[in-house]
C-alpha cells in the first residue's frame, strides 16, 4: 500500500516536471501519429504486390503492429526514462543515494520517471488493435485474456533493459546499449513468421524472442489456443525478472561510486 | 592565414580523433544500432518469394545490405550535443574562443566517421558471408558518384538538423523536433523500403524532401540502377543552402536570449 502511494507520488512529481514541456507534447503526439501512418504505410506495401507477411493477412498483421506500438509506447512511458537516468547515476556517483534509500534501489530506478511523452503511441496501437478486432469481427470476451500474454512481454522487455542498463556500472558509457536494444525490437512490427529461417529466426528467437512479445498476444487475439507457448512466455518472463533481479545484486557489488 | 587555419584544423582533427578512439566501443554500439536494414532484409527476402515486386529477391538482400552502409554516412547528432552545450550552459566557455562551436562539433562528426567505418565494413562482410549470392562488384565510377553523393547528403543532413538545434536557445527539449523529422526520415528515406515498391505519387513526393537522397539513391547509385544527380543537387543544394540562411538568422537572434544558465 504504501508502496503504491510512493510510486503515485513519484510519477505524479515527474507528470508535473514534463508538464513543463507542453509544447513537447504536441510533437510527441506528433511523431505518435507520423509512426502510425508510415507503419501502417509500410505494412501495405507487402500487401500491394500480392504478397503476405509469412501467411498472415493484412488485418492480422496490422493486430501485430498495433501490438508493437502500444509496447513501444509503454516502453518510451516507463523503461526509457528511468534507465537512462540509471546510467547517468553510475556515471555522476548520485547512485550512492539511491542505495541509501530505505526503498529497494531497482524498485526505486525502476518506478521513479514516468514520461508521458510516449501515451500518444500507447493510445494509437490501443487503437489499431481495436480496429483490427472490429474489421476482423474478433469480438468477444474473451479477448481480455490477451492481458496476460502481454504482461509477460513487458516483463521480458523490462528484464531485458535492466540487466543492458545495469552493464554501466562496469563500462560507464553504455547507455546507448540500450539504443541497440530499441532498434532490434523494431523487429517485433511483423510477425515472427515474416523472417526466414536461419539467423534472423535464431536472433529473434532466442536473443530477443520476438514471437513472445507481439506474435503471442496476437494470436490469442485471434483466438488460436496456445496454452503451450503462452507457458513458455510465462516461464521466459519469471525467469527474466530474476535474472535481472540476481545481476543488479551482482553488479552491484562492483559499484565503485564514481567521483565521490 | 591560411596556414593558420589548415593548423587549426589539424589540431582539432587529431584531438577529436583521440576522443574518438578512446570512445570506440560507445561508437561500435551506435553503429550496431543501425541494425534496422538488416533486418528488414530478412522481412523483404522472404516476401519476395511470394509476391511480384519489382525485385527479385537477390535485389532486396543486396539492397538492404548496402542501405545499412550507406547509412552509417549520414548519422548526424549535432542537435544533441549543441541541446546539452546550450543547457548546461558550456556553450558559454566556446564562445570565448576564437572559434565558432560548430567547428568542433564537424570535426567530431568526421573523426567519429574514421572510427566507426572499418567496423561497418566489418558487419557488411559479414552479410556478405551470410548472402555470398547477393555479392556484386560495384562499377568504380558508380562509388565515386555515390561517394559524392554522400557527401553532399551529408552536409545537407547535417546543416538542417543544425539549423533545427538552434531551438534549443529557447526550449530545453530541441531534440523532440529532430525525433519527428525522423519519423519521417524513417519512412520516406529508403530505409524501411527501397521506393520502387511505393506507389508514384509517394514517391514523387518525397523526391522533393532531402530523405531519398540519404539512402534510396546513394544506395541505388552503388547497385549501378543510377540516380537523378541533378534532382538530388537541387533539392540537397536548396535545402541546405535554406537552412544555412534560417541558421544565421536564429544564430543571432538566439546569442540574445541565451542565458546561460548553469555556467
Known sequence: ?260 | MQHRILRKARVLFEVYLAQMVEYRAEIYLWAAAGVLPLILLGVWAKAAESGSFPLSRVEFIRYFIVAFLVRQFTFIWVIWEFEELVSSGRLSQQLLQPLHPIWRIIASHLTERVVRLPLVFGIVCLCFLAYPEALWVPRLVDVGLATLLLTFAFWARFMIQYMMSMLAFWSERATAIEELWFVVHLFLSGLMAPLDVMPDGVRAAAELTPFPYLVYYPTSLLLGHGAPLAKAAVVLGIWSLASWGLQRVLWRKGLRSYTAMGA
Open chain 1, 1 to 260: 500500500m504504501r508502496l503504491a502511494r510512493v510510486i503515485g507520488l513519484f510519477w505524479w512529481t515527474s507528470l508535473l516536471a514534463e508538464l513543463e514541456y507542453r509544447l513537447n507534447f504536441v510533437l510527441a503526439a506528433l511523431s505518435a501519429l507520423g509512426h502510425l501512418v508510415g507503419n501502417w504505410f509500410a505494412l501495405s506495401l507487402f500487401y500491394r504486390n500480392g504478397s503476405t507477411l509469412g501467411g498472415w493477412s493484412f488485418p492480422q498483421a496490422l493486430l501485430v503492429m498495433g501490438i508493437f506500438t502500444l509496447l513501444q509506447g509503454l516502453i518510451r512511458t516507463l523503461l526509457t526514462p528511468n534507465l537512462t537516468r540509471l546510467v547517468e547515476h553510475v556515471r555522476t556517483g548520485t547512485l550512492d543515494f539511491v542505495l541509501l534509500k530505505p526503498m529497494d534501489s531497482q524498485l526505486w530506478l525502476s518506478t521513479r520517471r514516468f514520461s508521458p511523452w510516449g501515451l500518444p503511441d500507447v493510445l494509437f496501437g490501443l487503437g489499431v488493435v481495436l480496429y483490427a478486432i472490429d474489421v476482423q469481427g474478433l469480438w468477444r470476451i474473451g479477448l481480455l485474456v490477451a492481458v496476460a500474454p502481454l504482461l509477460c512481454s513487458l516483463a521480458i522487455l523490462y528484464s531485458l533493459w535492466f540487466t543492458l542498463a545495469s552493464i554501466s556500472i562496469w563500462y560507464v558509457k553504455v547507455y546507448n546499449v540500450t539504443e541497440v536494444l530499441g532498434n532490434l525490437i523494431a523487429a517485433a512490427r511483423y510477425p515472427i513468421d515474416a523472417l526466414p529461417q536461419g539467423i534472423h529466426r535464431f536472433v529473434f528467437t532466442f536473443v530477443i524472442p520476438v514471437g513472445l512479445l507481439t506474435t503471442l498476444p496476437a494470436r490469442i487475439l485471434l483466438g488460436d489456443h496456445l496454452n503451450g507457448t503462452f507457458g513458455v512466455s510465462v516461464l521466459v518472463a519469471v525467469c527474466a525478472l530474476l535474472a535481472s533481479r540476481s545481476f543488479w545484486r551482482f553488479a552491484l557489488r562492483y559499484y565503485t561510486s564514481a567521483s565521490s
